[in-house]
């Protein structure tokens, strides 16, 4: 009997073949596990750099010298932390008050916030003579449907009606932080500040923001639901109108305000109103993209066309420009050439909203003279802000840097208003107001009793 193993089976050239396919499998095998090793390397070394504050550091200076509008000093920059580029702990900022540094969980906060994605209770506050008044209710929030409006005063807060403390914003701040999410609460308010008011119910949720409200002398309109998406017909709170105006209010340039700019706009057209009173007052502004957007609505190209045209002009560091443009006119689907239309603004209106004022005259849809700025203390101007800001994302880390990159110019004028704003030097119309907010909006009064009777 004879007992042979497999190898003394085979031919030489067979053998040498599988001994070629072993290496080359050994060599896969041997490649596959060193990708793996260096990959977790490459991970960890990625990791830990990314999240160390020096990492950090290096990564908002790179960001800086490449993008930031102005020019800083090489060697001011290699020595500064971050305390000295924001401003952080009472250091003086080597960067404009605009930028500004977000850790993770801050952008996406921001990113939230922009798409109109809320959470609280939808109340901004201002301290005038030592009173608290409420400045904005975000629309479709909880203080909105609680009732609330810009302009009142607020007295106390609490548990229950019968459990009030008196309201102090940093007191009222930490209550509402430790309250949980479908919580409900009392604020006590009231329309003057010379009466104690009543108690409205609020419950901190998360909630979609409203951007627009739109008003005649007959209906209010405003955008209610989970994603604010249900255009909701409601009594007015302007029924001074004259009957062919109707009352339009921006607050920012942010979320979903482009489509439902459109939706009340078609009551506009569909009313066959012909007066429209477009209240940007407070409005900050927000994102170049909803600029253009909206922008489409009330410029037309002065050949009369539905064509494409620049809304800004934009210039950074070295010169380089762009131009930022909508898609297409569409003002003659809801105006015609005798459709008057009117700008509120104050001190307030800024960035986004100046740069729509100002394609809106260069366009000759609007005139100086048609621009009513609050005056407030005896000053009457917008703003002052013709440069914009861009947001970078460290997609290592998921933090985030938003500088102020480049100056913004008027689409055919090519004025940037930076640091003078519009004022009646332009020939804007001053009008006194009673502050950043009024209740009864004395000075919306006055501008129908003076120009619209």
């Given amino acids: 009997m004879h007992n042979f193993n497999s190898s003394q089976n085979q031919s030489p050239t067979q053998s040498q073949s599988d001994n070629k396919i072993k290496r080359i499998l050994l060599c896969v095998l041997l490649s ?72 993770p ?26 009173k608290t008044q409420i400045y904005r209710v975000n629309g479709n929030s ?96 302007l029924s001074f109108l004259p009957q062919d105006t109707a009352y339009l209010r921006l607050d920012s340039f942010y979320g979903e305000a482009a489509e439902q700019m459109e939706d009340v706009l078609e009551i506009f057209e569909q009313t066959g109103k012909s007066k429209l009173i477009f209240d940007l007052r407070n409005n900050g502004g927000g994102l170049l993209s909803v600029l253009c957007d909206i922008a489409q609505y009330f410029c037309m190209p002065t050949d009369g066309t539905a064509r494409s045209f620049p809304v800004s002009l934009i210039e950074y560091k070295g010169g380089r420009q762009s131009v930022y443009s909508a898609s297409e006119s569409r003002y003659l689907e809801f105006f015609t050439p005798q459709t008057h239309i009117t700008v509120l603004a104050n001190v307030n209106t800024a960035s986004a909203s100046e740069a729509l004022i100002g394609a809106m005259l260069d366009y000759q849809t609007l005139d100086y003279e048609d621009v009513f700025l609050a005056q407030i203390d005896g000053v009457a101007k917008t703003y002052g802000k013709g440069i914009m800001q861009s947001t970078f994302e460290n997609v290592l880390t998921g933090a985030a840097v938003k500088l102020t990159t480049a100056t913004l110019r008027w689409p055919v004028g090519n004025r940037c208003i930076q640091g003078v704003g519009i004022t009646p030097e332009d020939g804007a119309m001053p009008v006194f107001s009673n502050g950043y907010v009024d209740y009864n909006d004395g000075m919306l009064q006055q501008i129908i009793a003076d120009y619209f009777a």
Wanted: hydrophobic share 30%; glycine share 10%.
């Fill in 142 to 237: 909880p203080a909105e449907q609680s009732g609330l409006r810009a302009g009142m005063y607020i007295h106390a807060y609490g548990t229950s009606a019968q459990s009030l403390n008196s309201f102090t914003s940093s007191a009222f701040s930490s209550f509402l932080n430790a309250l949980p999410d479908g919580q409900s609460f009392v604020l006590q308010a009231s329309e003057s500040d010379q009466s104690q008011g009543q108690c409205y119910t609020l419950t901190r949720q998360s909630y979609t923001q409203n951007y627009v409200f739109y008003a005649d002398g007959e209906y209010g309109y405003r955008f209610t639901g989970e994603k604010a998406e249900t255009l909701t017909k409601t009594h007015t709170w």
């Fill in 32 to 103: 596959l596990v060193l990708l793996f090793v260096g990959g977790l390397s490459g991970y960890a070394i990625c990791f830990y750099a990314g999240g160390s504050p020096a990492y950090t550091l290096g990564w908002v200076k790179d960001m800086v010298r490449k993008h930031y509008y102005l020019d800083l000093p090489e060697e001011q920059l290699k020595a500064a932390q971050m305390d000295d580029l924001f401003g952080y702990n009472g250091a003086q900022a080597l960067l404009d008050d605009y930028s500004e540094y977000y850790t």
């Fill in 105 to 130: 969980q801050q952008y996406r906060e921001q990113q939230a916030y922009r798409a109109g994605n809320q959470e609280g209770v939808g109340l901004s506050f201002m301290q005038i003579d030592g």
